[in-house]
Nanobody, 130 residues
Framework: QVQLVESGGGLVQAGGSMRLSCAAS????????MGWFRQAPGKEREIVAA????????YYKDSVKGRFTISRDNAKNTVYLQMNSLKPEDTAVYFC???????????????????????WGQGTQVTVSS
C-alpha cells in the first residue's frame, strides 16, 4: 500500500556531505518508525539509523555516530539522512524502510533488522571517492 522513494544519492569526495530523502505516499506514514539501511557490493544489508514516529528517539550504527543524522518531517511525509564527513567505506546503496501497519508500544526500541520493516524504497546509490 505505502510506497517509499529515495533521492539525493550520487558521487561525493571523502570528507564531503550528502543528504538523502525518502518520501512516503501515505499520510499515515507519520505514525510509524522509519529506518535507513545500506548494502555494499558483496555485503549484507545493514542498519544505518532508525527513528521513532515522533522523531524523539533515534538509533545509529556505531560507525556513523557523530557523522550521520536521521530526521523526519511528518508534515511532508519525508525522512532524511544527513551524512557528513563521508568515508569511502560509506559507499553503498542506501534504502529507507518503514514498519507501516505495525503496532508498537509506548516504550520505543530501534528496529535493527530488515525483517522488522514492511515496505522499502528502491534504493539510492552513494559513492564516496578517496
Amino acid at each position: 500500500q505505502v510506497q517509499l522513494v529515495e533521492s539525493g544519492g550520487g558521487l561525493v569526495q571523502a570528507g564531503g556531505s550528502m543528504r538523502l530523502s525518502c518520501a512516503a505516499s501515505e499520510r499515515t506514514f507519520s505514525r510509524y518508525d522509519m529506518g535507513w539501511f545500506r548494502q555494499a557490493p558483496g555485503k549484507e544489508r545493514e542498519i544505518v539509523a532508525a527513528i521513532s514516529w515522533s522523531g524523539d528517539n533515534t538509533y545509529y550504527k556505531d560507525s556513523v555516530k557523530g557523522r550521520f543524522t536521521i530526521s523526519r518531517d511528518n508534515a511532508k511525509n519525508t525522512v532524511y539522512l544527513q551524512m557528513n564527513s563521508l568515508k569511502p567505506e560509506d559507499t553503498a546503496v542506501y534504502f529507507c524502510a518503514t514498519d507501516y501497519g505495525r503496532t508498537t508500544g509506548r516504550t520505543w526500541y530501534p528496529k535493527r533488522n530488515a525483517y522488522e520493516y514492511t515496505a522499502w524504497g528502491q534504493g539510492t546509490q552513494v559513492t564516496v571517492s578517496s
